[in-house]
């Protein structure tokens, strides 16, 4: 079945360590994105590729960054993790921008120590 | 700012009710919107979408009712399941593409 896979589905790191995450996908969609969702809130976007167009949230932290080497990886990056990062992270992909349904992968859960 | 709420943060219902999760925005350039379950501990999973040009769009056991008018949006879950209880996210976008969530309903069904 297509679908958004993402890895791992937990990761523990250390306050200031980076830590990578990673999203495939198997839909061949367009366009990437990284959410991050803290408990009991919406998921909040930090970024999306749309092909190799990187575009960044204007309130996301220049701690996180994001790299997408081809159609079907998307990394997301945090250079020095703070407590406050601990969150799940969401990766969706969508055909386009616009008009496109967004379809999520089941979230790698990060833990701050 | 632009904004998309939910009623009610929490909805119980009886299992083999009908539930409604209510959803209003205030954007009225909105023109595609689109209802997400979350289950603990996974990614939100698509349920329905509706574009502006409908008000009424029915999946299996579940409809999307869309009134333009008053920027108003429900969910309604025909003969309510255990395993639909998840908090459940509208969302909707513009043709700039980007989707505002709304803060999300936690519906739990009673057995």
């Known amino acids: 079945d297509a679908m958004v896979i993402q890895n791992p589905r937990y990761q523990v790191t250390q306050f200031g360590k980076p830590v990578t995450l990673s999203c495939s996908q198997t839909?061949?969609?367009?366009?990437m994105y990284w959410y991050q969702q803290k408990s009991s809130q919406a998921p909040k976007l930090l970024f999306h590729?749309?092909?190799?167009?990187?575009?960044n949230e204007a309130d996301t932290p220049d701690n996180f960054q994001s790299r997408r080497p081809n159609t079907s990886f998307c990394f997301l990056d945090i250079r020095s993790p703070g407590l406050g990062d601990a969150a799940m992270y969401l990766c969706?992909?969508?055909?386009?921008?616009?008009?496109?349904?967004?379809?999520f992968g089941p979230g790698t859960r990060l833990l701050v120590l | 700012g632009e904004s998309v709420g939910l009623h009610l943060p929490t909805l119980s219902v009886q299992e083999g009710d009908n539930s409604i999760i209510n959803c209003a925005y205030s954007?009225?350039?909105?023109?595609?919107f689109i209802w997400y379950k979350q289950e603990s501990g996974k990614g939100p999973q698509f349920i329905i979408d509706?574009?502006?040009?409908?008000d009424k769009r029915q999946g299996q056991r579940v409809t999307v009712l869309l009134n333009k008018t008053v920027k108003h949006l429900s969910l309604q879950i025909a003969a309510t399941q255990p395993g639909d209880s998840a908090v459940y996210f509208c969302a909707t976008s513009n043709q700039g593409g980007k989707l505002i969530f709304g803060q999300g309903t936690e519906l739990s069904v009673k057995p």
């Open positions: 509706i574009r502006s040009n409908m």
């Open positions: 839909l061949n969609h367009n366009v």
């Open positions: 590729y749309y092909d190799k167009d990187f575009n």
């Open positions: 954007n009225s350039a909105s023109d595609y």
């Open positions: 969706a992909t969508s055909r386009e921008p616009t008009r496109g349904t967004q379809y």
